[in-house]
């Protein structure tokens, strides 16, 4: 059985060379067409809204951060110095959120891989900032330089996945101080995708908008009239701002440039045991930190971050793509658009392997952040063991998965011609229609076409050596990563992003304590 199984794997290599993405969905930002899923009323939501500007006037959230505490002391918040708690007025809040826009779009080198945030706009990114990678061939393992450039390939070739959401893997084989730079380096030249950039310090972020700002060729008041890249902050919660990514969410914000807000709220152990209880804590720890953004800056891009979900309560271990953590993308989607903002999901899930509990998982989070009408979904591609890898399996599963969710949002024609009334007709009570006019002029595309299932039935595919989806699905990555060809970039681009790279890497990069 193995012998005919590493058989059939030649096979399918031999076959698919060139071919492996050929029938993918084309490149296109899709948009939803179903209504959103509200899993509470109005009233209800206006509840956690209320009792979110309770904890933000009366308990006050933590901003770890000298330059913040300043921002809101002068605009007349309540500033415990020793503490750095600070107790926002929720008249005050709740004028700053009128300032942030409801959609905008955000432009990438390629203009053309544009993607637009907002309103009934929807977009994936692949699984971001695991330290381990894991495969059939060499199990789980530390992220390497050559499995970060690979996962960026995977990325810029699937045409379901529309922006690079932060580092596929960590490469642990390059030192913190100048990871980043060997990291946008790799990305700028390999993918032409909207790129994230990390708030984790001032040199990650300037350095990282000056390479993009390079690769784009154009100079810095033409660049940073319109978004050209994002950054997420999370919140350390429960309701505290750390130092580092209120550093770079300001410094992004000063340039106009979006910022993801997403408190890290898993019920019962960093937030209230109870769904709303938990939404209630996000809520505020999100809202405090836009409403600093737009005093910053009013206008500044922001996206409503959601990752809301539960714990083991036996092991206290998180737990994703729980029918809890469904409930709650659905009611973050319902308080985003009480604000009027976009908003970020995840596909996420507990497995630690490319397995049946992968996927469901993973299926139950996109149906959560899909259903509620997130805007922006990380981790959609290739997310493993709670966050912790990213497998190469995993990811070409998740993006068969990502492009039925883009299929079923496509409008449904009914036009005459649609209902078929004369095909009906023409086949009878004792025909069948494979051989209709109906359907021969149609067949080619009526429906969607698989990338990764095998639809034979089970001789041929035992035939074929019987391959389980995740050993297809081993075929098919190492396929894509043998024929891919890197996004165009101009030759004196190329050169002037190395030569910032030597420059910055001879400087140290960013400090650390190690």
């Known amino acids: 059985m193995v012998a005919m199984r590493r058989s059939a794997q030649k096979k399918l290599n031999k076959g698919r060379v060139r071919s492996a993405l050929a029938g993918q969905l084309p490149w296109e930002p899709p948009s939803y067409t179903d209504p959103p899923i509200c899993a509470v009323s109005d009233d209800e939501?206006?509840?956690i809204h209320q009792a979110s500007l309770d904890v933000i006037e009366k308990i006050g959230i933590q901003f770890l951060n000298e330059e913040a505490?300043?921002?809101l002391r002068k605009a007349g918040c309540d500033v415990d110095e020793q503490s750095q708690n600070v107790k926002m007025d929720r008249q005050w809040v709740a004028s700053k959120l009128t300032h942030a826009p409801s959609e905008f779009t955000i432009t990438p080198r390629n203009a053309t891989k544009a993607i637009t945030i907002g309103g009934r706009n929807f977009c994936f990114g692949q699984v971001a900032s695991p330290p381990n990678v894991m495969d059939l061939d060499k199990g789980r393992r530390p992220g390497t330089r050559k499995d970060y450039q690979d996962l960026i390939k995977l990325t810029q070739a699937y045409n379901c996945l529309h922006t690079i959401c932060g580092y596929p893997v960590e490469p642990m084989d390059l030192h913190a101080s100048v990871r980043h730079l060997h990291c946008f380096y790799d990305a700028l030249t390999l993918s032409d995708k909207v790129i994230h950039v990390y708030s984790l310090g001032k040199e990650r972020v300037e350095d990282g908008m000056e390479m993009i700002r390079i690769a784009s060729g154009l100079p810095a008041d033409e660049f940073y009239?319109?978004?050209?890249?994002f950054t997420n902050i999370n919140s350390s919660s429960p309701l505290k701002h750390?130092?580092?990514?209120?550093?770079?969410?300001m410094r992004m914000a000063r340039l106009g440039q979006p910022v993801v807000i997403t408190p890290f709220t898993l019920a019962g152990a960093m937030a209230p045991v109870t769904i709303v209880g938990a939404i209630v804590q996000q809520n505020a720890e999100t809202l405090a930190a836009i409403a600093l953004l737009q005093e910053i800056n009013p206008g500044t891009p922001v996206i409503y971050g959601a990752f809301t979900s539960n714990v083991d309560m036996k092991t206290g271990a998180p737990a994703f793509g729980t029918p809890e953590y469904v409930r709650a993308m659905q009611i973050s989607g319902q308080m985003a658009r009480r604000y009027n903002l976009p908003w970020r999901g995840s596909n996420a899930n507990s497995s630690n392997a490319p397995d049946g509990q992968a996927v469901w998982e993973s299926a139950f989070s996109l149906h959560g952040a899909t259903s509620g009408h997130a805007n922006l979904i990380y981790h959609s591609a290739g997310w493993l063991e709670g966050g912790l890898s990213a497998s190469f399996e995993k990811f070409v599963m998740d993006c068969e998965m990502l492009q039925q969710v883009i299929y079923t949002q496509k409008p449904i024609s009914v036009t005459e011609d649609d209902l078929a009334v004369d095909a009906i007709k023409e086949v009878g009570p004792d025909g069948h229609f494979f051989g209709a006019e109906h359907t021969q002029s149609r067949y080619k595309d009526a429906f969607y076409s698989p990338l990764l299932s095998d639809w034979s039935n089970y001789e041929a595919w035992e035939e074929a050596g019987a391959l389980w989806t995740h050993q297809r699905a081993s075929v098919q990555y190492k396929t894509i990563l043998n024929e891919f060809e890197p996004a165009p970039l101009d030759?004196?681009?190329t050169e002037e992003l190395?030569?910032?790279v030597a420059r910055r890497l001879e400087e140290g990069g960013a400090p650390t304590d190690f």
Do not use: H
């Open 491 to 493: 030759a004196a681009l």
């Open 498 to 500: 190395g030569s910032f």
């Open 225 to 229: 009239k319109t978004p050209r890249l």
């Open 242 to 249: 750390d130092y580092p990514m209120l550093d770079g969410a």
């Open 69 to 71: 505490l300043d921002v």
């Open 45 to 47: 939501i206006e509840a």
